[in-house]
């Protein structure tokens, strides 16, 4: 049977709680009875002073007596561990599903210049979940509402694909502890989930770039689960391949900022527009000579039409401005620091002093170049979002002190589009307010998606060293950059 929106949000934790504090006092009501069997009857058996067949047959029977119980006792303190983890793990799913859709059905009222409508959130079916708007737009369907019921779907179907999979592993260490023989205990032991789930991140994390975007989403899904005992375990054995296996992308929402121009190609265009693209065809050729490169091949990517989406260099945009890298080290990871390296050393104490991870991510943050000392990214990207994701590692260090490190990545996303009211203005090119924009709606351009993550960085989390500086961006996209002309298609602006 498909687990399922429904049978996520009516699981009954209350149950699953109460099952695991039984078999809890069942273990605990177990290892006194072997004590007991083991101290006084085994000891007496074996320093009784008796031969022949009867005392042989009944010092085995007791000795297999003493055996059981001892079976039994590991047996249900095994069956403990595995409904405690699951509870754990279902009731922070729960949660958190809940959370989001709560947060999908109230929308953004204050939202800037749009109000966010409320979503509504149903069961799909087959471990889907359904999201859609509960307003009708006038103006026709908001890129920005798009993206969020996109978002909104996509998060919460991982969700229940998530519960479906702890459920699952649950369901397999049950089994496995049980045994097939109801009258013989005494099988494999667990202590946590982990024994189920980090074999499965294991051979997931081995595929590393190769990995396909379910089996990516798995393995993020199960990072997500494991205790960070385990974690540490995984990031040891596979750190390349989990960092090209996707691991640090961001899952904060990663939306339009506004509804955009319009429906594209929803118009016919007139001799204006056509007289724009040709402004704009000579913007790009005047920006891509005036060092404003990142700017030309973001507006010639619209002119192309193609809508498909672009990456963006974010080791060159921080290394371009160091607004941004400001803004970065003051927004996401100065003000987390503190608390990081605190709940890491907590961790590290409870694991009794060996090596755990802690995945991080920081929240959205808006960020708007200056058209005054960074013309190329106003024009190419204006305002973006962008946050960190990271791990944070805690090892034993020299003389016994941990080392609590951290490996993270910058990531910023924006939508490339000319909604109403921008126009541009670059040197003599000046084109007017809704111009640009309204190439999308007569299909002349065509707004595109831009993403990209800076290089994963290193530093020591407490210590006061600076935080590192981003990887050299080269050459890439300037005109002396070699393969630029290739990946323009060969130089030709309208084509």
């Given amino acids: 049977m498909t687990f399922t929106w429904t049978d996520l949000m009516t699981i009954d934790l209350a149950k699953l709680n109460e099952a695991a504090t039984e078999w809890k006092t069942a273990a605990e009501e177990l290892a006194k009875l072997h004590g007991t069997v083991r101290d006084g009857l085994v000891k007496k058996s074996e320093a009784a002073r008796w031969e022949g067949a009867n005392a042989t047959v009944t010092r085995e029977f007791v000795r297999s007596a003493a055996k059981e119980v001892d079976d039994l006792q590991r047996e249900a303190r ?4 595995v409904l405690a983890d699951a509870h754990a793990e279902l009731t922070r799913i729960q949660k958190r599903a809940k959370e989001l859709a709560d947060e999908a ?4 009222p204050a939202h800037h210049p749009e109000p966010d409508p409320g979503l509504l959130v149903s069961d799909a079916g087959g471990g889907r979940v359904r999201v859609e708007s509960s307003v009708c737009d006038a103006k026709g369907p908001s890129r920005r509402t798009e993206d969020m019921v996109r978002w909104y779907a996509d998060t919460l179907t991982g969700m229940v694909t998530d519960a479906a999979e702890v459920d699952a592993a649950a369901t397999r260490a049950l089994r496995a502890s049980h045994g097939a023989d109801p009258y013989d205990a005494g099988h494999a032991e667990y202590t946590s989930l982990d024994q189920d789930q980090l074999p499965r991140a294991m051979k997931l994390a081995a595929l590393g770039g190769d990995a396909k975007p379910a089996q990516q989403a798995e393995l993020r899904r199960l990072w997500q689960s494991l205790s960070p005992d385990a974690r540490a375990q995984l990031w040891t054995a596979h750190r390349g391949d989990l960092l090209a296996a996707g691991l640090l992308n961001p899952s904060v ?3 339009a900022p506004d509804r955009g121009s319009g429906k594209h190609g929803s118009e016919d265009p007139d001799w204006g527009d056509w007289g724009t693209r040709m402004k704009m065809q000579g913007l790009v050729v005047a920006a891509d000579g005036g060092d404003m490169n990142d700017a030309a091949r973001h507006m010639k990517h619209y002119l192309d039409d193609t809508g498909t989406p672009m990456r963006l260099p974010v080791d060159k945009m921080l290394t371009d401005d160091d607004d ?8 996401h990871l100065l003000p987390h620091e503190a608390q990081w390296r605190e709940q890491a050393l907590a961790e590290y104490e409870r694991n ?9 991510e920081t929240p959205n943050e808006d960020y708007s170049f200056s058209q005054m000392t960074d013309p190329n990214w106003f024009y190419a990207v204006g305002s973006a979002r962008s946050n960190v994701t990271g791990v944070v590692t805690v090892v034993p260090g020299a003389g016994g002190q941990p080392k609590v490190g951290l490996d993270y990545q910058v990531n910023v996303w924006d939508r490339y589009n000319w909604d109403e009211g921008k126009g541009v203005h670059i040197w003599s090119f000046g084109i007017p307010d809704g111009e640009p924009g309204r190439q999308h709606k007569v299909g002349l351009a065509q707004e595109f998606n831009m993403a990209g993550s800076g290089s994963v960085k290193h530093y020591e989390l ?12 080269g050459r890439a996209g300037e005109r002396s950059d ?14």
């Fill in 78 to 81: 095994s069956i403990h561990a």
């Fill in 105 to 108: 059905r109230q929308g953004d």
């Fill in 253 to 255: 929402k990663r939306v």
């Fill in 324 to 331: 941004f890298q400001n803004h970065v080290s003051h927004r």
């Fill in 352 to 360: 009794g002093g060996r090596a755990v991870v802690l995945p991080v």
């Fill in 462 to 473: 407490g210590n006061g060293a600076a935080l590192p500086a981003p990887d050299d961006p």
């Fill in 482 to 495: 070699p393969g630029r002309h290739a990946r323009d298609g060969g130089g030709e602006i309208d084509r």
